[in-house]
């Protein structure tokens, strides 16, 4: 990689995949990590607190301000994922406590500032319910000026895992996502369609919980909690889930998009929680008889080069 690393903030939910997301981000040497902002979802927000110190303290990271973030969504009650994620959100494998500490401020204050005082423009990557989010654009909308792109790990074209149509980050905050989609920059989806495709090798995983070094036995362990299968394979595979969407900030060329109209279903129901992905390729007869409506135009993430970000993965985090 040339140039400068890209400036990225992170709002998680740390969680298994955010835990491998974030490693990855601090072991790139293309990215500048700027800081972490905190928001409940797959368990409690001290949870993810104390999670996310966690990491960033086995990973060896710097310096990296961590800040709290709201503790439920703008309507909806919290509703966690902690049968996938477990108790403790991070596979419950008994990870120490940390010695770090989060700022006495709070997330949308940390986001404000580190935004704003970026020399250049921001990479933002939610891989968590929008929450933070959308309180930072209602409250400082003035961050948007340097702002670059929204990557965010959410929502889903086809299949939904919250419910048969609605991605579950999406799904726990449906109104916040509605807003980010109404930010005025440049957004990226890096959806279920190809969030659940890349999958480490057995292998692989295996090489990891061997390993000697601390945070690549916890990176193997996280993989191995994450194994799609059911069948209790002593070897498993696994998905890389929310780091794929910081793989796609410093290579975008592994993953192909399509410049889409993106709306988020609002309405009480089956479908509540759904991104509405427009893949039409003509208009029909709601446009003929009702008229054009406004719709957020999404850059969707439909396919994924898995080898080359399973590899581009490993090698950032292995330092190989």
Known sequence: MTGQPIPVIIDCDTGVDDALALLFAVRHPGIDLRAVTCVAG?????????????????????????????????????????????LDGMGDLGLPAPTRVALDMDAVTLLRREILASPTPVTLVPTAPLTNIALLLRTHPEVVRNIERIVFMGGAVATGNATPVAEFNVWHDPEAAAVLLTAGVPITMYGLDVFQQVLVP???????????????????????????????????????????????????????????????????????GQTVVDRRPRPGE??????????????????????????????????V
């Open 286 to 319: 709601s446009e003929i008889h009702e008229g054009e409506r406004e719709v957020t135009l999404v850059d969707v993430g439909l396919a994924v080069d898995v080898e080359r970000y399973v590899k581009l993965w490993l090698t950032a985090v292995e330092g």
């Open 202 to 272: 057995a292998a692989d995983v295996q090489r990891l919980r061997a390993s000697p070094e601390p945070s690549l036995r916890m990176a193997g362990e996280l993989l191995a909690h994450r194994d799609p299968a059911t069948s209790g394979d002593p070897t498993p595979t696994g998905g890389l889930g929310d780091a794929g969407a910081v793989c796609a900030v410093v290579d975008p060329d592994g993953l192909t998009t399509e410049l889409l109209p993106v709306e988020v279903s609002l309405a009480p129901g089956p479908t509540r």
């Open 42 to 86: 797959n368990t409690d927000v001290d949870g993810v607190v104390r999670n996310t110190l966690t990491v960033l303290e086995q990973a060896g990271a710097g310096d990296i301000p961590v800040a709290r973030g709201a503790a439920r969504p703008l309507i909806e009650p919290v509703r966690t994922a902690q049968h996938v994620h477990g």
